[in-house]
C-alpha cells in the first residue's frame, strides 16, 4: 500500500503521535511546575 493516500496517512500518524507526546510532556510540566508553587507557598505560611 504505497500509494500517496496511504504515505499521507502514515503522515498524519507520525505527526499525531508526536503531538499527543508533546501535550503530555507539557502536562507534566504543568503539573511539576503547580506542584511546586504550592510547596513553596506552604513554606510561607
Excluded at 507520525?14 to 508553587?37: E, G, H, N, P, Y
Amino acid at each position: 500500500m504505497d500509494s500517496p493516500t496511504s504515505n499521507l496517512f502514515q503522515s498524519f500518524q507520525r505527526f499525531a503521535v508526536r503531538t499527543s507526546k508533546r501535550i503530555d510532556d507539557i502536562s507534566k510540566m504543568a503539573v511539576q511546575t503547580t506542584l511546586k508553587r504550592i510547596d513553596d507557598l506552604s513554606k510561607l505560611c
